[in-house]
């Protein structure tokens, strides 16, 4: 009898082993789309804002322009969450207190992680830079807060998506 408990105790454990990778592989991808989406709608509203003119309607120009502000600080939030949920092992600040904690496969996929990152981080500074030069004040804001927050959170994006990064 002791021997059957023991077998059932261990498929047990086996089968939360088996669900808690697919579990925690879908919320950082949830955290990734909800970040895109409120980036999305932080330029869609300051972008809207643009097309409204102060004088004919200053209610809804001041509101337009509020909702991109505010998607832009859920951007954020959902990006420091997103780090956290990694305990900061692709963060750009902890990878130093961090390392000592990881063993040479984590290492390894940081290190892929990273450089994934970083040449992402080229391309969208690129695309950025073509996409200020035609445009105005606010626009350009929005787009310089946007990639920090990329900057910040990247390594954390990229790593939602390899499959050894938990």
Do not use: C
């Amino acid at each position: 009898m002791k021997k059957a408990s023991n077998t059932i105790e261990k498929s047990a454990v086996k089968d939360d082993a088996t669900l808690s990778p697919r579990f925690s592989f879908s919320v950082s991808k949830i955290f990734v789309l909800l970040i895109a989406v409120s980036i999305y709608l932080a330029f869609y509203f300051t972008g809207r804002a643009q097309n409204v003119t102060l004088a004919a309607d200053p209610h809804r120009f001041f509101m337009l322009e509020n909702w991109g502000r505010a998607m832009l600080i859920i951007a954020a939030v959902l990006n420091s969450l997103l780090v956290a949920y990694y305990r900061g092992a692709y963060s750009i600040f902890w990878a130093k207190a961090v390392e000592a904690k990881l063993d040479e496969r984590q290492r390894t996929v940081r290190n892929r992680v990273f450089l994934k990152a970083y040449r992402w981080m080229i391309v969208a500074a690129l695309v950025a830079l073509t996409l200020l030069s035609n445009s105005d004040d606010d626009i350009r804001t929005l787009t310089a807060w946007s990639l920090t927050i990329l900057a910040v959170g990247l390594p954390s994006i990229i790593a939602s998506f390899h499959k050894n990064a938990r």
